[in-house]
């Protein structure tokens, strides 16, 4: 039994509701008729923090209790999560720990100095994120509030789907996967709402741990090499558990993909989203899903770009 279910992401969203924007759902006929089917994008990039991130991260520190909430929260991550849960511990009044790679956009980490969260720099692997992380645990007493294991986070994420489904009736939904914590709560409120709906993956084939550890049923790690700073995380083990139950199936896309995908919505929609945001539109140009004649929800689950560094001319 997955430890994520409708009740919990419907008891999440009652417990966020306040703390964050019911993001919109955008169409465009011009993108309708390139893709030969109807597309819906639910716009997490003008979510609080910029991406989806501020669901699951406010969800877990406010389901904390007062005396494990005043210990602190820590994590690791390579910027949304650490500014959501900055944001979060923020809103709580209590203190953020916050560990990230050292490559991390500078846009990511103005952002969680922003919200007053403490920054520990690592070296840009798993590795070194979790080792930090434990360290600054041990040192501060704070509870970990992991960026896709947790399940009140996966909740969290959970509830973008609910309002996507509130709002419009899909055949598909399309997430981007990473760690894992959007595509949990995403394919656990869809397959519950809509038991007929198909849920499918994207992820960048230079981070395809995801793909190959949904095809040999185990964990499989990679090291990622993506423009896609957002899915650089492999797929955590309870994640995966998930995905096998509630997912239909995993698909990558090229590099070039990504960028075109997220240039095409800035020009075509007037709306700025990440390279991770814009993995599953890739998907859609690539053709490796069938939508024609279909209603297809896709979860654009960030906007925050280093305008600094374009990865175009």
């Known amino acids: 039994m997955a430890i994520v279910d409708l009740a919990m992401i419907r008891a999440a969203h009652d417990r966020i509701r306040a703390h964050i924007n019911r993001t919109p759902v955008l169409t465009s006929s011009r993108l309708d008729t390139a893709a030969g089917g109807s597309l819906f994008f639910k716009c997490e990039n003008f979510q609080k923090v910029g991406a989806f991130k501020a669901r699951g991260a406010t969800n877990a520190v406010f389901a904390l209790d007062h005396a494990t909430a005043k210990r602190g929260v820590a994590t690791h991550s390579s910027g949304n999560h650490a500014a959501a849960l900055s944001r979060a511990a923020k809103l709580r009044g209590i203190p953020a720990h916050i560990v990230m790679p050292n490559n991390t956009i500078k846009t990511k980490v103005r952002a969680v100095e922003g919200y007053g969260g403490q920054i520990v720099f690592c070296e840009p692997n798993q590795a070194s994120r979790e080792e930090t992380c434990a360290r600054v645990i041990a040192e501060t007493g704070a509870t970990l509030i992991h960026p896709f294991e947790n399940a009140e986070v996966m909740a969290g994420q959970g509830t973008a789907t609910v309002e996507l489904l509130e709002d419009v009736d899909v ?55 993506t423009i896609a700073d957002g899915l650089r995380a492999n797929v955590g083990a309870p994640n995966l558990e998930i995905m096998r139950e509630f997912v239909d199936d995993v698909v990558t896309v090229s590099e070039e993909s990504i960028v075109a995908a997220m240039r095409e919505i800035w020009q075509t929609m007037k709306i700025i989203v990440e390279p991770s945001g814009a993995v599953p539109y890739a998907a859609i140009i690539e053709r490796k899903i069938d939508i024609v004649g279909q209603r297809v929800g896709l979860i654009l689950s960030g906007g925050n770009v280093d305008l600094d560094a374009l990865p175009w001319k």
């Open 171 to 225: 055949d598909l939904v399309l997430s981007p996967v990473s760690g894992g914590g959007l595509l949990c709560g995403t394919a656990v409120a869809a397959k519950s709402l809509r038991p007929q709906i198909k849920v499918i993956a994207v992820e960048p084939a230079n981070a395809d741990d995801a793909f190959q550890s949904f095809r040999a049923g185990k964990i499989v790690r990679v090291e990622p090499d």
